[in-house]
């Protein structure tokens, strides 16, 4: 019998602190460290997304560029960028009204990470004014040798 529970395939973990961000003001364009995780046991890999709630005029961008850090415990003792940052992801373009959403920001494979990880967010809004945005991150982790509790 096949088992349909997506959760005990994959577990999922808080990657960032909610941003509130506004066109070139506060956190436009700026890095945002995420708290750090202790990946699950085996995690080869994972994925991070990101939940927005945005108000864009026409033509305008929220977008995302996303990294990694690893660190030998939740202190960040030793942090150090993992792999390769992610290129840049619209998130949502051009809507006068408020739109929300959650898009997949990129996967990174965790062969070779120590313990613990953090994502480093950096949103920009494409207008020198007027649009805002709220996003948080998520982890989703995969590939583990045992499932998750």
């Known amino acids: 019998m096949m088992n349909s529970d997506i959760g005990a395939y994959v577990a999922a973990l808080n990657a960032g602190r909610a941003l509130g961000v506004v066109a070139g003001g506060a956190g ?3 890095e945002a460290n995420g708290p750090w995780v202790e990946r699950p046991d085996g995690a080869m890999s994972v994925a ?13 961008t929220l977008s995302v ?6 660190a030998a415990d939740s202190g960040g003792t030793g942090a150090a960028d993992f792999g390769t940052a992610l ?9 006068v009204t408020d739109a929300e959403g959650a898009v997949k920001i990129g996967d990174f494979n965790l062969s070779g990470a120590r313990s613990h ?23 989703i982790f995969g590939g583990q040798d045992s499932l998750p509790a």
């Open 87 to 95: 290129a840049s992801t619209v998130l949502e373009t051009g809507v």
């Open 28 to 30: 436009d364009a700026v």
């Open 117 to 139: 990880i953090r994502a480093q967010v950096t949103p920009d809004l494409s207008a020198g004014s007027i649009d805002t945005a709220d996003l948080m991150f998520v982890f």
């Open 48 to 60: 991070v997304y990101a939940l927005y709630r945005t108000t864009l005029a026409s033509a305008e």
């Open 65 to 70: 560029v996303a990294n990694i850090q690893d």
